[in-house]
């Protein structure tokens, strides 16, 4: 009984780990999209005011 209790407790470790895991990669693709989305229309502003000086 011990041994299946410990079998399931692991099982529940690794589970709220790949949670954890799941949680931070989400986080870190929605900032790199959002850093992309911020880094193109800034670039895109100042192509803009480039062009008007010329």
């Known amino acids: 009984m ?3 209790q410990t079998a399931l407790e692991y099982l ?3 589970a709220a780990a790949l949670i954890l895991v799941a949680i931070a990669l ?3 693709l929605d900032t790199t999209k959002q850093l ?7 670039a895109k ?3 803009k005011n480039v062009l ?3």
């Open 45 to 47: 502003a100042v192509r």
């Open 52 to 54: 008007e000086d010329l």
């Open 2 to 4: 011990r041994r299946a």
């Open 12 to 14: 529940f470790m690794l």
């Open 36 to 42: 992309q989305q911020t880094v193109s229309s800034y």
């Open 26 to 28: 989400r986080t870190v």
